[in-house]
């Protein structure tokens, strides 16, 4: 009799008698309620500090914490949001004109990336959220991860770039480098000016190679989209990060 009870109540509630909790309940009451909380903040009626507001564009320069992803997504949809949060990082936050390539290729909420958090960079055009993460992945991944295997910072990211117009190799699909919502790094510069590049470390084992599968698996926590040299032969000599509506790691 309890046990019927009780799965009569699991469907009425997100916990029911058991404690267990119905996922799906829950999420619908999560998205219910942040909307709620967004009307509530739109009409002033609610006012929450900025480290636990989920609608206000994150500090760069905070370590991640749990409401980080949510808040990145401010600066996804709200160029002049994330152009505020690179300035305040101390960054270049100034967006570019938008341009129109033609073959679905098109510059929209660039900005000019010229350094890091703590590396330099080669300067290159990239839509402005991906400058976000790219500062997010030299602070809390790559810096980190090069002080504990070298003892040293990293003074450079190597790349080959963002905006490309072109399509995926062996595809009809447009890439993301063809609205710059993507970048390829191609290897890390220490600060004793050693480099360690993706294509000749990436299969060498030893020190090098666990570096480099590191800054892979942090990208996975910044960027929708990872692709390192486990993925294909295409990516053999490059980390590839991307903001598109794919996700994955690999
Ligand atoms: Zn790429």
């Not at 909790?21 to 509530?40: D, E, F, H, K, T």
């Not at 909420?109 to 890091?116: G, N, Q």
């Not at 090069?146 to 117009?165: P, T």
Request: net charge positive; hydrophobic share 45%.
């Amino acid at each position: 009799m309890l046990q019927r009870k009780a799965t009569f109540r699991s469907r009425q509630g997100a916990v029911d008698m058991r404690g267990r909790i119905n996922p799906a309940l829950l999420i619908i009451g999560l998205v219910a309620a942040l909307m709620l909380l967004a009307v509530a903040r739109q009409l002033g009626l609610v006012t929450l500090p900025p480290h636990y507001d989920p609608f206000s564009p994150p500090d760069l320069r905070e370590r991640p914490y749990w409401l980080t992803s949510t808040k990145l997504l401010v600066l996804d949809n709200d160029p002049a949001a994330c152009s505020a949060a690179l300035a305040q990082a101390g960054l270049n936050g100034i967006l570019l004109p938008p341009a129109n390539q033609g073959r679905a290729c098109h510059l929209d909420a660039t900005v000019m990336l010229s350094r890091l958090s703590g590396a330099a960079i080669r300067q290159e055009q990239t839509r402005c959220s991906i400058a976000a993460r790219m500062y997010l992945w030299d602070r809390f991944v790559l810096q980190p991860a090069a002080l504990r295997h070298y003892g040293q910072r990293a003074s450079e990211v190597l790349h080959f770039g963002s905006y490309n117009c072109r399509t995926i190799h062996n595809s009809s699909h447009m890439s993301e480098h063809a609205t710059a919502n993507a970048f390829d790094i191609a290897g890390v510069r220490l600060a004793g000016g050693r480099v360690i590049s993706v294509k000749k470390a990436w299969t060498a084992g030893g020190t090098d190679a666990a570096f480099l599968r590191e800054l892979r698996d942090g990208a996975c926590g910044d960027f929708n989209m990872t692709l390192s040299p486990d993925y294909n032969a295409d990516h053999a000599d490059h980390l590839h990060v991307d903001m598109g509506w794919l996700h994955g790691c690999h």
